[in-house]
C-alpha cells in the first residue's frame, strides 16, 4: 500500500513538472504564441511593465501621442497607439517584440525616425513577451483574431 502511493506520488511530481516545464518552453521557446492575452499572469505582469516603462509615450490607455501619423517639429515620429487605432495589431508578434528589443531602426524604412528607444538592456525577454500580452488582451476578439492570422502568415 505504502509503496503504491509512493509511485502515485512520484508519477504526479514527474507530471507536474512535465507541465511546468511545457508551459515554460511553450512561452519562452521560439514557434509558441509567447503573447498570450488569455494568460492572467501574463496579463497582468505585463499591464505594470507597460504602465512603468511605456505609458508615458504611448498612453496610460494605450491612445498614442496626438497627431502621431505625423512627424514631430524635430522630424521623428510621434508613439502610436496601441489600442485598435493603431497600427500595432497589424504586425506579427516577433516583429513587435523585436522593435521593442532592439528599436525600431532594425525593422523601420530607412529614414524614419522615432523616439522609441530599444529596451532589450532595460526588459526581459518574459516583459516583452508580458507587455504584447496586455496589448493583446485590450483588443476585440475580431481583432486578435486578424492579429493571429498575421502570427500564422509569418511562421
Known amino acids: 500500500m505504502m509503496q503504491r502511493l ?3 506520488w512520484m508519477a504526479s511530481a514527474a507530471l507536474a513538472l512535465l507541465v511546468i ?3 515554460t518552453a511553450w512561452i519562452l521557446l521560439p514557434g509558441g504564441n509567447r ?7 501574463q496579463v497582468a505582469l505585463g499591464k505594470a511593465v507597460y504602465s512603468e516603462n511605456c505609458a508615458l509615450c504611448h498612453g496610460t490607455n ?4 496626438p497627431d502621431w501619423r505625423e512627424r514631430k517639429s524635430d522630424g521623428r515620429m ?3 497607439p496601441h489600442n485598435t487605432m493603431g497600427h500595432t495589431w497589424h504586425h506579427p508578434d516577433e516583429v513587435l517584440f523585436g522593435i521593442t528589443k532592439q528599436g525600431i531602426a532594425a525593422f523601420a524604412p530607412p529614414g524614419y525616425e522615432s523616439d522609441m528607444p530599444a529596451f532589450g538592456g532595460v526588459l ?3 516583459e516583452i513577451w508580458a ?4 496589448l493583446k488582451s485590450s483588443w476585440p476578439p475580431e481583432i486578435q ?3 493571429s492570422a498575421l502570427e500564422q502568415q509569418a511562421k
Open 78 to 80: 510621434p508613439a502610436p
Open 124 to 126: 526581459t525577454d518574459e
Open 62 to 65: 494605450l491612445e498614442g501621442q
Open 6 to 8: 509512493t509511485m502515485n
Open 35 to 41: 503573447a498570450d492575452p488569455t494568460n492572467v499572469a
Open 131 to 134: 507587455v504584447l500580452a496586455y
Open 21 to 23: 516545464a511545457g508551459t
Open 145 to 147: 483574431v486578424r492579429q
